[in-house]
């Protein structure tokens, strides 16, 4: 499975972004997508995910409401909508993959994913 993430830039706080995250080597509706992002000096941290059957999202509380995940099967791509962005949203965001169609609930912690994107970087200007 490869993963390749893009959308990332510069944006003034309030704004909006849209990351996509690119499925090669596995059908994407057969695996459990996650976002991540890690800050400088911080620990990955978990954003948000869709289950492989796209029956539903989950999102960390730090970023509800202001983040959709979805995906497009057609397209390979999974997304990830930011709106309302903070300069503490300032990190480089990753997508990933797990295979595990089995897993309850939604997988939220980095281990639990197998596969990685390269990142991108996403600046909030104040």
């Known amino acids: 499975v490869q993963l390749q993430a893009s959308g990332g830039g510069l944006v003034q706080a309030g704004g909006s972004l849209s990351l996509s995250c690119v499925v090669s080597?596995?059908?994407?509706?057969?695996?459990?997508m996650g976002w991540f992002r890690q800050a400088p000096g911080k620990e990955r941290e978990f954003v948000g995910a869709?289950?492989?059957?796209?029956?539903?999202?989950g999102a960390a509380d730090s970023v509800k409401g202001r983040v959709t995940i979805s995906r497009d099967s057609t397209k390979s791509t999974v997304y990830l909508q930011m709106n309302s962005l903070k300069p503490e949203d300032t990190a480089v965001y990753y997508c990933?993959?797990?295979?595990?169609?089995?897993?309850?609930?939604?997988?939220?912690?980095?281990?639990?994913?197998?596969?990685w994107g390269q990142g991108t970087l996403v600046t909030v200007s104040s």
């Open positions: 869709i289950r492989w059957s796209g029956s539903n999202t």
């Open positions: 080597g596995r059908t994407v509706n057969t695996l459990n």
């Open positions: 990933a993959a797990d295979p595990s169609r089995f897993r309850i609930p939604l997988p939220r912690g980095p281990n639990e994913y197998g596969y």
